[in-house]
């Protein structure tokens, strides 16, 4: 069974950072052959695409309005991708998924989504 595990939200002032990770288990191919993504959703709009890094470890996706703020970053011998967020603002408060897909298939696994609130 897999399962994705998020970690790392919280309440952060603006101009603020956090660290969001999710441990993924249970995947039956090897780590590079999965494109891993972080995805968000603030309350009365639509899922994004924040940013995603290839079974290589290379970023290949950042948002426009995440650009030079938000890093993503694997660890396949962990199993584990990152999303490291500075700079946040107001505007980056949703819930944050993470969001896994295998290469040539169109199997993709969901985290349970962690808070990020962005407030003074």
């Known amino acids: 069974q897999v399962n994705l595990a998020e970690s790392g939200g919280g309440l952060v002032q603006p101009g603020g950072s956090l660290r969001l990770s999710c441990a993924a288990s249970g995947l039956p191919s090897k780590m590079n052959l999965y494109m891993m993504s972080w995805y968000r959703q603030a309350p009365g709009k639509e899922r994004e695409l924040v940013a995603t890094?290839?079974?290589?470890?290379?970023?290949?996706y950042y948002a426009d309005n995440v650009k030079g703020r938000f890093t993503i970053s694997r660890e396949n011998a962990k199993s584990t991708v990152h999303l490291q967020m500075n700079s946040l603002v107001p505007e980056d408060t949703a819930v944050y998924y993470c969001?896994?897909?295998?290469?040539?298939?169109?199997?993709?696994?969901w985290g349970q989504g962690t808070q990020v609130t962005v407030s003074s």
């Open positions: 969001h896994v897909r295998r290469l040539g298939t169109s199997n993709v696994f």
């Open positions: 890094v290839n079974g290589n470890e290379i970023p290949t």
